[in-house]
C-alpha cells in the first residue's frame, strides 16, 4: 500500500495518533466535569478519583507493554488494546 520512506513512518504516525486520541479521550471528563457531575447528581470533585484511577491504569499497562510490544509489535498491540 504504501512504499518508500511512507512505508517507515506508517507504525509511527499510527501509534501517534492513538496516543492522541486516548489523550483526547481522557481528558474530555475533567474539562466536562462540573456539567456531568451535575446531571448525575454527583459531586464534581469526583473526577479526581477518575484522574487518579486513570493513571494508575496507564502506570501498570506501561509496565506490561515493553514485553508485549517486543512480541508482537507496536501496530498488532495498538489494535487489540483499541
Known sequence: ?????WRALMPLLI???IQALVTMALLTLPV??????????ISPTLVGVYVSLS???????SLMAGATVL???PIRVSQLVC
Open 32 to 41: 466536562m466535569a462540573p456539567v456531568v457531575a451535575k446531571a448525575n447528581g
Open 71 to 73: 512480541r508482537f509489535g
Open 15 to 17: 501509534t501517534l495518533l
Open 1 to 5: 500500500m504504501f512504499n518508500g520512506p
Open 55 to 61: 493513571y494508575i491504569g496507564a502506570i501498570l499497562a
